[in-house]
């Protein structure tokens, strides 16, 4: 049996509850004091209480206004709470909610010790258990490459696992890259990922989305334009490639940038000197260009709307973003790591996902994304009036999930293909360990990884992942 931990104990003066410490103490546990207020009268109980200790505040004669500077002080630690309170206590609103929305159990003054300990064993073992989720779900994010800082993106499914390793291998060269993937998967991401892991990570990075903007002005906004080149130019003005310089410039919707400027931008691209507009003088510029678009572009050749000289000077690396539902075992991370992101704006008293509502979102196509997951997630933390959000909360309806309704033969190569990818994820790609622990010969394993499209190690061209690096032009 584990030792009990750290208790802090709150009250009104610093002095705290000597009779209650003692007790404590006689039954194994460490008690510090604390005063709810400081002198000047703030209340900054979560800045003295330790990631280890459990909180124990008396919540004896507060008034409204002492009690909502606890309540906001309690929200901003992160330890689990126990409440002491008296009758007048519990007949009062706001201290009935109070512990509600914010402790893990009460007990009634006079204290009875049992009691009291029994409360501070489950707040202890929450704690701890708490710890431990948060550390293992640190160790799968680092296992699967997911990395921290302001780009953080998450994934533990070998669909990701292989994108990170994608990411980081075209972060190492200096070509320019094709980044394929349905809307709000995450091409934009993977383009400041791809950045920040690569030689110009110091450079700037800079996007521009080639759909948003009118033809008129796109000229302009890539190339920058003289002061005086057309009416309306009033100053000189900077294009977004010359203000990437050192850096990387992502060209979003490429598939949408008119004809006439595909010839600019292939010329850019070959020569790495531009123009502005109205100017007279070529200037050299050094940047990276990451393009992304979800249409086919090779289509877009065949049709005669993309240039072909322009699709391959792009599309030296290419890498494809997953669509959601072909990595559904990652909703639940993702999800919980938005619900975490938006923690700030939420009620109190919301503690997470119920098992129903993750079952929905696993169900459901994300026709949008990740995009449409980050919206509905912080749609149901608004809207979520318990302490765990459920399907209704999150506007899915059920009308809407599509249940694919499989063959038996379809479902059989669902489960082959699952069960391969997964002994490959954790044997880190080695054929051999990972055809032993499927119980099947190495020679078969190479038959089924052909027969699914899976590739033999993460660089290689990986239709059946998703992702790719395979050069355009060996
Ligand atoms: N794996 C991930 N982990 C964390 N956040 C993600 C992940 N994938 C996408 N996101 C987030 O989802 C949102 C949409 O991503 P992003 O803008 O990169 O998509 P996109 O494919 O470029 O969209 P569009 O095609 O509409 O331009 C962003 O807020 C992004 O941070």
Not at 462 to 472: D, H, V
Request: with cysteine; hydrophobic share 40%.
């Amino acid at each position: 049996m584990e030792s009990p931990a750290s208790v802090r104990l709150f009250c009104r003066d610093s002095g705290g509850d000597a009779s209650l410490g003692d007790t404590l103490r006689q039954r194994g546990w460490q008690v510090r004091n604390g005063s709810i207020f400081e002198s000047s009268g703030s209340c900054c109980c979560h800045e003295h209480v330790a990631e280890n200790e459990v909180g124990l505040v008396a919540l004896d004669a507060l008034s409204s206004d002492e009690l909502r500077r606890l309540e906001a002080s309690m929200i901003k630690s992160r330890c689990p709470w126990v409440g002491l309170v008296d009758e007048s206590g519990l007949a009062d609103g706001d201290t009935r909610r109070l512990i509600i929305n914010l402790c893990l159990g009460y007990a009634m003054q006079p204290v009875d010790a049992d009691r009291i300990d029994g409360l501070l064993w489950m707040a202890t073992d929450l704690m701890r258990l708490q710890r431990r989720e948060s550390e293992s779900q640190q160790q799968a994010a680092t296992e699967a490459g997911a990395d921290s800082g302001e780009y953080e993106m998450v994934g533990t499914t070998p669909a990701m696992w292989q994108l990170f390793k994608t990411i980081r291998k075209i972060a190492a060269v200096d070509a320019s890259v094709c980044i394929h993937g349905e809307s709000g998967t995450g091409k934009e991401l993977t383009a400041q990922a791809i950045h920040e892991r690569s030689p110009r990570a110091a450079g700037p990075f800079h996007a521009i989305n080639c759909g948003a903007l009118p033809d008129n002005l796109i000229q302009s906004e890539l190339f920058g334009h003289e002061k005086g080149a057309f009416t309306g130019a009033g100053q000189r003005k900077i294009g977004r490639i010359e203000a990437a310089s050192g850096g990387t410039l992502f060209l979003d919707e490429i598939g949408d940038l008119p004809l006439e400027l595909q010839v600019n931008l292939l010329r850019f691209l070959e020569t790495r000197r531009l123009q502005r507009v109205g100017g007279l003088n070529e200037i050299s510029v050094d940047v990276r260009i990451l393009a992304a678009t979800h249409v086919d572009l090779a289509k877009a050749v065949d049709d005669g709307r993309f240039r072909e000289d322009l699709y391959h000077r792009l599309n030296v690396l290419q890498i494809t973003v997953p669509a959601l539902r072909e990595h559904p075992e990652d909703i639940e991370i993702l999800a919980n790591f938005f619900f975490k992101r938006f923690a700030g704006d939420k009620p109190a008293c919301l503690k997470g996902f119920s098992r129903e509502s993750l079952a929905v979102m696993q169900q459901y196509a994300w026709p949008g994304n990740v995009r449409e997951l980050i919206n509905r997630v912080r749609r149901a933390m608004v809207m979520c009036e318990g302490r765990l959000i459920q399907p209704e909360d999150l506007g899915i309806e059920r009308r809407r999930i599509h249940r694919h309704v499989l063959t038996l033969e379809q479902a059989r190569e669902r489960a082959e293909r699952d069960s391969l990818l997964a002994a490959l994820a954790r044997n880190k790609y080695r054929i051999h360990p990972a055809a032993d622990e499927l119980g099947v010969s190495r020679v078969t394993m190479y038959r089924l990884l052909n027969k699914h499209g899976i590739p033999r190690s993460p660089g290689e061209s990986a239709s059946g992942l998703g992702t790719s690096t395979s050069p355009a032009h060996p």
